[in-house]
């Protein structure tokens, strides 16, 4: 008898001692470090990213009352610096997020470019790198094992909208490919290619333009040329105004015109004015989904975060603008919510025990579905196709998502 | 087809180029009377083409109104830079003033950007276009080559024809012996200085009158490599030379494309860049005083 009350208050002792130490080990605070683009080509997408990420921690420190580790619920911080949207500033920075200010998770920067310049410094130190941003598939074919993806997969973006067309007008067969010479473009562009040709569309011109590019003259000549039923083409937001404005210029006049990365920006619009009517883009997220708890809990599916009225309304406040949230915005609020959710199922900080608990996580919140596969990459969220019609823009694709119906053939540039 | 396409180009080109010729008259000058190289030039052209975007979006003028408003800012500019710092530097190292310059750059970019933020704007200035048969060319663009060969001829006439234009030319070609004859040097500096950086942030105006998108604080580093390109096509000391060097790279660019778009697995939008770059070094070998000599 003695010698069993003996042993269980031994047991108890170390079970004690090893939740002593548990706790001494957690710190008061989860810190996000962040290299994120606010100045630079790619500051619009950036400075949305750092107002979604504000937001959402808000959310997760008020309303989750922070992440529930080892008994204790801790809450987040974030620490980030200006890239200049320059690769080389992303390594330079993530080494002193890591080394010096000793960070414990890292959100990448936005675009695939900046994202996959910071991956081997995350992949060095085995702190596990939250890509946001960057939807090249190329991150993930190079065999990294801390990157995990919330933004979909490039090679995905435009197969909704050929499906879409293809359903509208079976017979619109000539399909033009000019896009931006960078590697979110070519990514895109490898599956809408893959994707067309499985519909049977012909591809009548495919032609690449270099990522600063100021006049797109000689190859939308070259085009016009090729006499093309749908254009799809782009790859940000300002080689994406200049291509629909000199299409404008030159009179090519086409019955379909998607653009990425950039047809949903506001700046689009405010820009090209009547020119943007009827063009169309991919995106992964817009205000007016229909996400929500009810349907999610409904449909089975574990909700995590805020409404999407009250993520824009945290947005707003965080950045001190009455502007309202892009997908870029929300695209990084759910990969906090991803990170808080795999962090709590883990139990732990230790960013391999994280990761292993993000491999099987799915989940749904205002911006959609999400899970990854073995690789990091993103399965779980399906994107939408938005047009602007009469200076606004609707939801087009899927028809369960849509808020209109498609315009087509596009009309004519005004 | 590939003829008409070619002719297409050609003639977009030369529309170009009058306007990149335009942009780097500024650059030469200031080059050519106080060696001091502008690499902030790009971020001199966004100025311009946010006054553009301002007078249009704002006032609901005609960015053609623009102009004379973007070059009076960029005179205040440069004598603000000239007598704040460029000025001290001019008798120390090289190293020095190109530090300034590329200081006047980022601060102009991160000012601009405090002010309007860093989205993409732009504007629909639509005067019609017109159908050539090889090609479309929208009035806006006309107006915009129109403009820069107007600007080029007048600067060419304040050189040649008025007292000042000739006082800022001898000092360009010797600085002690203008001096001798009663010419106030360091206002010469300045003045040229500052007329070369009205120019440039003219040019953005009408650079976005050619294209009225794209238009954000950081736009301006692709127009400062073309511009160091088309200065030395042109000779980079010659205010003309850099007009008609802006003519030959418009040509270059925009001819090459018809051209290598006829060879199969070749990107030709890439392959104009490095023709065009193989054509500089070219120049630079056999000519390095460039196209046209300074004058």
Known sequence: MKKTMFLALILSAVFFCAATVLAAELPNKIVIGNPEALSGSQAKAGEQAVGGIKATIKWVNTVHGGVKVGGKKIPLDYKFYDCESKREAVTSLLERLITVDKVNFIMAPYSSSLTLAGAPVAEKYGILYMDHGGASDKIFTQGFRYIVQTIGPGTRYHTGTLDMLKKKDPAAKRLALAYKDDEFARSV??????????????????RTYPPTVNDLTPLLSDMKASRPDIVLGGGHLADGQLLTQQMADLGIQTKALSILAAVTLPAFQNALKGKADGVMGPSHWEYGVTFSKEKALKAKQTWVGPSQDEFVKLFKEAIGMDL?????AAEAAAAVLSLVLAVEKANSLDSDKVRAAMG????????GGWAIDKTGMQVGHDMIDAQWQNGKLVIVWPEA???????YPKPAFK | MILEQLAGNLFQGVVLGTVYGMATMGLSLIFGVLKVVNVGHGAFIMVGAFTSFAVFEYLGLSPVFAIPVAFGIGMALGMIFYYSSIRRLLKGPE????LATFSFGVILEEGVKFLFTSDFRGFNWDLGKIDMGFTVLPYAKVAACLGSVIIAVLLYLWFNKTRAGMAMRSVVEDGVG????????DWEYALSFSLGIGLTVASGVLLTMFVSVGINPYMGGEYTLKAFVVAVLGGLASPYGAFFGGLVFGLLENGSYTLFAQIPGLEPFAMTRFFSFLILLLILLLRPTGLLKAK
């Open chain 2, 178 to 185: 203008a001096r001798v004859c009663g010419v106030n040097v």
């Open chain 1, 360 to 367: 099987d996580l799915k989940f749904t919140s205002f911006y």
């Open chain 2, 95 to 98: 190293l020095a003033s190109l």
């Open chain 1, 189 to 206: 562009m490898e599956g809408t290619e893959a994707h067309a040709k499985k519909l049977g569309y012909e591809i009548v011109f495919k």
């Open chain 1, 324 to 328: 309202r949230p892009e997908y870029h």
């Open chain 1, 401 to 407: 998502a849509a808020t209109s119906a498609l315009q």
